[in-house]
């Protein structure tokens, strides 16, 4: 998708979502996001935070990757794992860290078995095995993985947690944009085709400058 056709959904959604009258309103319409910041280190960055065992996150990340490939410069779409203290949660973030150090294929295929794995396997996240399976059921071969896997440290981790906390995530998935607005599937009510309009009219005002 070219940037102006970008911008038009966009426009398209600013007046639909955001700006749609009310008869005899007496207070202000609720809003389809939820403000955060603003984080300059986020400008022009979109994150996706997900984690690994939740229904909703594996129902939407391919739509989400397809829809992130049509972002438009200077924005960068990117997954970003919610990480907080569970060791679960921790030992999923780790293994995320190791895979994202291969290629890029290599990582999104490790994302697909990881869902797979943890929800319809019912593999332990916290036990290192768990992850040795899904490299292997993501064609990634052993040697390469556990290399990827022995770097990740806790310094490694420090970023993920500074980065979830500034953006103020409290489910998942979410969706940061431009360090000034969060989107959830919930503001659309889970409807994809409006979510994906929602996810485009608040891009294209954080590009153009405006604010909503």
Known sequence: MNRRQFLFNGSMTAT?????PTLFAQEAPVEPFRRIGPNPE??????????????ACRASHEMLHRWGATVPSPMTFEFVPVIYPDMSVIASARAWLAASLLDAASLRAFETAAYKALQSGGLDPVKPATW???????????????????KITKDSLEPLAHIFFRNQVQATPSITIGGQYLVTPDNANGHEGIFIQLLNGITSAVIEGRKL
């Open 16 to 20: 639909a979502a955001l700006a749609a």
């Open 132 to 150: 040795s399976v899904v490299a292997r059921d993501a064609g990634i071969p052993h040697a390469a993985y556990a290399a990827a896997w022995a």
């Open 42 to 55: 986020d400008k022009n960055k979109i994150l996706v935070f997900f984690q690994f065992s939740c229904p």
